[in-house]
């Protein structure tokens, strides 16, 4: 099963948000190590970011979920938040390193 089916359901996604994933980095304003946990995120976060991960676009995401995309683009724009991430791109590449989305 695909993550974006997988997302599309919100009882299949909470096992995701479970998870305690922690990561580490450099920040670049101070230099000093933050640490930011994906429980973090909210259910809804995280099926975007899963959706967006696989490809699809806001507005694809949208459809499935029966949001507007402007909704989607806003909890992708809350996660990037949550989680330091320079851009949609970044936000991507930490989810998959930590292993929250694969």
Do not use: W
Request: charged share 25%; aromatic share 4%.
């Amino acid at each position: 099963m695909r993550n974006a089916d997988l997302a599309a359901d919100p009882s299949q996604c909470d096992g995701a948000t479970a998870r305690s994933h922690r990561v580490l980095y450099e920040s670049e304003t101070n230099g000093a190590e933050q640490q930011v946990s994906f429980a973090q995120l909210s259910p809804r976060e995280v099926q975007c970011l899963v959706m967006i991960a696989d490809g699809l676009s806001a507005r694809e995401a949208a459809k499935r979920l029966s949001i507007t995309s402007r909704t989607v683009e806003r909890h992708l724009d809350v996660a990037r938040y949550k989680l330091n991430a320079r851009n949609r791109t970044h936000l991507v590449a930490i989810a998959f390193r930590e292993g929250v989305i694969e």
